[in-house]
């Protein structure tokens, strides 16, 4: 049974407070909550609430908190909402809130730049974006080429994100053995090469595929190659072979104590093309820093950790020379770090500069006289320009996931 009740015959105070001695222990609720607000701003009216003294408003507010229900603290609210607004509702003021600048396109092409090139790091995919929209003009970027590193990573932990991204572990870092000699100096000159050997493991005694990495200290201009195995046979034509990808002329070459590299047929190769060998210290795991971070960051979110047999090695070295190079050199950014010495004489880097190694290489002075003969600047530029670093990226996966099919199928 619905009871509908009048109370316009209560005019002044006086009645309130009447009524209020007379339902002790009454409850009433009104039929909905936009009844309740349209009847409490009508009871402040009628009463002249901000007009009245202290005594009477706590009369009127206990006398609207018995027949709507609510809370003290609830009625207090609404009246302020009153007072301030003018109206009862809801949302009767303004709610401060921070603008959304960045759209659900936005996310989505944030995890599709990250499926695309495993998932930089975050100032190396602002540098994409960047490139994107700048280089290539691909107006999608727009606005994440402003973003923050900060908040780009806010977004990759957002969920329309994780639906979109594909999972991908953290690299595992790798012991490896350092040895003596010195470390070189190239003084800020291209042509000083860092190398290392990857193996991709074994399996029932067989040997995997043999990864060669080659980085240039300076530029990070990076030339990978595949073999079979590390031994002088296989390892020397495929390091001359490597050698002469680079487009500037080579002056150093730096490796670990290995016994690949440290070997009369490759100290021959070097010699003939009058390149210096270094070889580096003990206990300064710095020496060859450079190239064995790449191994972890590159070769192996590339190939993965799982075992390869070495019969694939032509193939997977077919990759690296026609997709995998020319992505790194030229479409993928790297960081470049400024050594700050403080008072202490400790130094400091920090990574505020983001390069393709092309990029870094036509930031030096004079670059253009580091070239070999029969390399022009035109060449390397119509390379760079060819594709955009999505386009490229693209079609570097399809040609890896090509391979990897041959590799399982077989």
């Known amino acids: 049974m619905t009871i509908n009740m009048?109370?316009?015959?209560?005019?002044?105070?006086?009645?309130?407070?009447?009524?209020?001695?007379?339902?002790?222990?009454?409850?009433?609720?009104?039929?909905?909550?936009?009844?309740?607000?349209?009847?409490?701003?009508?009871?402040l009216?009628?009463?002249?609430?901000?007009?009245?003294?202290?005594?009477?408003?706590?009369a009127v507010k206990n006398y609207m908190i018995l027949l709507t229900g609510f809370s003290d603290a609830q009625m207090t609210r609404l009246v302020a909402a009153k007072r301030n607004y003018g109206k009862i509702g809801s949302r009767a003021g303004s709610r401060n809130c921070f603008e959304r600048k960045y759209t659900k396109a936005d996310i989505a092409l944030l995890?599709?730049?990250?499926?695309?090139?495993?998932?930089?790091?975050?100032?190396?995919?602002?540098?994409?974006?960047?490139?994107?929209?700048?280089?290539?003009?691909?107006?999608?970027?727009?606005?994440?080429?402003?973003?923050?590193?900060?908040?780009?990573?806010?977004?990759r932990g957002s969920k329309p994100y994780q639906l979109l991204c594909l999972t991908i572990s953290k690299t595992r870092p790798v012991k490896v053995n350092i040895g003596v000699r010195r470390k070189p100096q190239p003084?800020?000159?291209?042509?000083?090469?860092?190398?290392?050997?990857?193996?991709?493991?074994?399996?029932?005694?067989?040997?995997?595929?043999?990864?060669?990495?080659?980085?240039?200290?300076?530029?990070?201009?990076?030339?990978?190659?595949?073999?079979e195995g590390i031994s002088e046979q296989f390892l020397e034509p495929l390091v001359s072979a490597l050698l002469a990808l680079f487009p500037f002329e080579i002056f150093g070459f730096h490796s670990d104590n290995g016994s690949e590299y440290i070997n009369d047929r490759v100290a021959g190769l070097l010699n003939k093309l009058l390149i210096e060998q270094t070889k580096s210290r003990s206990r300064r795991t710095n020496d060859n820093a450079?190239?064995?971070?790449?191994?972890?960051?590159?070769?192996?979110?590339?190939?993965?950790?799982?075992?390869?047999?070495s019969r694939y090695a032509a193939q997977v070295n077919a990759f690296y020379q026609s997709q995998l190079n020319e992505y790194l050199n030229f479409?993928?950014?790297?960081?470049?770090?400024?050594?700050?010495?403080?008072?202490?004489g400790k130094e400091k880097k920090i990574y505020q500069t983001w390069q393709t190694p092309y990029e870094r290489l036509k930031s030096l002075k004079n670059w253009e006289q580091c070239l070999k003969p029969g390399v022009t600047s035109?060449?390397?530029?119509a390379v760079a320009m060819r594709r955009s670093d999505h386009e490229y990226a693209s079609s570097m996966r399809f040609a890896r996931n090509d391979l990897f099919a041959t590799i399982c199928r077989r």
């Open 290 to 309: 450079l190239v064995e971070g790449k191994n972890g960051s590159i070769i192996r979110k590339q190939m993965g950790y799982g075992h390869i047999p």
């Open 45 to 58: 009216r009628r009463f002249a609430y901000f007009d009245l003294r202290k005594k009477d408003k706590n």
């Open 111 to 155: 995890a599709e730049t990250d499926n695309l090139h495993e998932r930089l790091s975050g100032p190396a995919t602002k540098e994409l974006f960047r490139r994107g929209y700048a280089v290539y003009g691909d107006v999608r970027f727009a606005r994440l080429k402003d973003i923050s590193v900060a908040h780009l990573y806010n977004l």
């Open 187 to 227: 003084r800020g000159r291209p042509g000083y090469l860092r190398v290392d050997t990857v193996h991709q493991g074994d399996r029932d005694k067989a040997k995997g595929v043999y990864h060669i990495n080659i980085v240039d200290e300076v530029t990070q201009w990076e030339i990978i190659g595949a073999v």
């Open 378 to 381: 035109q060449s390397l530029e």
């Open 331 to 344: 479409h993928r950014p790297c960081g470049f770090a400024t050594t700050t010495v403080d008072r202490r």
């Open 6 to 43: 009048d109370d316009s015959g209560i005019r002044d105070i006086a009645g309130i407070t009447k009524f209020l001695k007379a339902s002790r222990g009454i409850k009433l609720k009104a039929i909905s909550r936009v009844e309740k607000y349209q009847w409490i701003a009508g009871i």
